[in-house]
């Protein structure tokens, strides 16, 4: 595994240097992928007897009662929020990590693979990337790190590294031992939410995580819902997929606002109230979108593979109704859902304990979600239900077609929508 690792890395590094301005590097890695990483046999880390597996796996009954006939994972779960981003994934994210004691959450681990590529790998057109992504998740749902280790740059040091990217947003990662106490005189401190901690020993990290019941990874980097068929297949574990998506007319806006410098070209043509249709803002625009259909329209045919195993879940209604998306979505993991994720859903949703009794509309957060409507240019929204038309009409969000509509939000943009 490692070695395997070190040697697509070591490739990768050299064709960096070598091939900058070409794109051989996301065909040769394609290469390498399919030839040295094993699409079916399933892969258990550190040893091939899973010592923690192996201590739940005569507990043939699991938390929810259900029998457990399906997986060997030992009754344990795995959710792979799969979104992209400005969808909300981190708050939904957080209904998992939120959990308590019994679950290990990582929050965006692809980030390393993606940040190194990208330097030279045309990561928005990457055929290359895909089967390493999903290799290295079903690796840390195992808990193990050391496909990602290859990526943490700088190189952890002796599996200790004060680098792993938004650590803090893990609470698992925050709770002690995992969490070394800092010394005072120590400079490399990190902040995490509840205390500071020293660099983060990754073989601890590891121990924590198969001590855990319940691992979930919030990802955005995971483009194609097929190329997660081998760690779903994976008998060691037992996985269920959210896919979480959102209007694509807000993720928009919501860009344009978080990544200025990447999104000037669409303020110039908010400006200017022209857009050229062909160029290649558009056209990624138009890839983004057909990518998360694609993989929404694979979920819902439901293949054998995915069957039980894939959930479609938009944000606008999660906004509504946190507490019951949150509910369903928990149902669907077979993960109970603890007092502790409820009242941290109630607290950063404003729902008061007796609206959230009958799930009323949730007045605030579906404010914010709408906030949208008010903040971008009718030309570009035209744009977006240009190419991102099939989406939209999967997903169930209307059109609109003035002015007058997009901004009047007594106007719902959201189709009722039951997805299963
Ligand atoms: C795993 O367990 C089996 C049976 O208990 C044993 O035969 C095998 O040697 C073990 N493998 C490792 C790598 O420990
Ligand atoms: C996407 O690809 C184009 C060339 O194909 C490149 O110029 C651009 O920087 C890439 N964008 C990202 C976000 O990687
Ligand atoms: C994108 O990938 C395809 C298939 O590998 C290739 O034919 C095409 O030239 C690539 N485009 C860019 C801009 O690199
Ligand atoms: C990291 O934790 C492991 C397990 O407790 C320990 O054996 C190792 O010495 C630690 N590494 C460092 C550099 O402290
Ligand atoms: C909604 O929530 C935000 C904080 O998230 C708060 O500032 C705002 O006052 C709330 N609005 C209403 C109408 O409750
Ligand atoms: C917004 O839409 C509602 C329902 O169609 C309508 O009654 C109302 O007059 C509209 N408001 C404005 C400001 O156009």
Redesign the pocket.
């Known amino acids: 595994m490692r070695t395997k690792y070190a040697v697509i890395f070591i490739c990768v590094v050299a064709l960096v240097i070598i091939e900058k301005e070409s794109n051989i590097l996301s065909r040769v890695s394609d290469k390498l992928i399919q030839r040295q990483i094993p699409q079916q046999t399933p892969k258990t880390p550190q040893n091939d007897n899973n010592t923690a597996s192996k201590d739940y796996m005569d507990n043939k009954v699991d938390e929810t009662g259900d029998i457990n006939v399906k997986s060997s994972s030992g009754g344990r779960k795995h959710v792979l929020l799969m979104a992209s981003t400005r969808t909300g994934s981190s708050f939904v994210g957080e209904f998992f990590n939120q959990h308590g004691e019994t679950m290990f959450y990582l929050f965006e681990p692809l980030w390393h693979v993606e940040r190194l590529l990208a330097t030279a790998a045309e990561v928005n057109n990457s055929t290359a990337l895909p089967g390493i992504y999903g290799d290295i998740l079903q690796a840390l749902f195992l808990c193990d790190f050391s496909p990602l280790e290859k990526f943490i740059s700088p190189s952890p040091q002796n599996h200790v590294t004060p680098n792993l990217f938004r650590r803090e947003s893990s609470l698992a990662l925050c709770e002690e031992p995992v969490c070394t106490p800092v010394l005072k005189d120590v400079f490399e401190r990190y902040h995490c939410k509840i205390r500071q901690c020293g660099p983060l020993n990754l073989t601890l990290a590891s121990e924590s995580c198969l001590s855990k019941q319940h691992h979930a990874i919030k990802a955005v980097r995971v483009r194609q819902l097929d190329t997660l068929q081998p760690l779903v297949e994976d008998p060691h574990l037992n996985v269920a997929v959210i896919q979480l998506v959102r209007d694509p007319r807000a993720i928009l806006v919501s860009r344009m606002v978080a990544f200025p410098s990447k999104y000037q070209t669409w303020k110039t043509w908010a400006q200017d109230g022209q857009v050229p249709e062909n160029d290649e803002e558009v056209k990624r625009l138009k890839g983004n979108c057909d990518q998360v259909r694609i993989s929404a329209e694979l979920g819902l045919s439901k293949p054998q593979w995915l069957k039980g195993r894939y959930m479609l879940v938009r944000y606008e209604d999660i906004a509504r109704y946190p507490m019951q998306k949150a509910e369903e979505m928990y149902k669907f993991a077979g993960i109970p859902f603890s007092s502790r994720a409820r009242e941290w859903i109630l607290r950063n949703t404003q729902t008061t304990e007796e609206a959230s009794g009958i799930y009323s509309t949730q007045k605030n957060s579906s404010e914010q979600a709408e906030k949208w409507r008010t903040s971008i240019p009718f030309t570009l929204v035209q744009v977006v239900q240009k190419v991102c038309g099939p989406a939209m009409k999967l997903f169930g969000y209307r059109f609109v077609d003035d002015e ?1 509509t997009l901004s ?1 939000r ?2 719902s943009l959201l189709e009722d929508k039951q997805f299963s």
């Open positions: 007058k009047n007594s106007i």
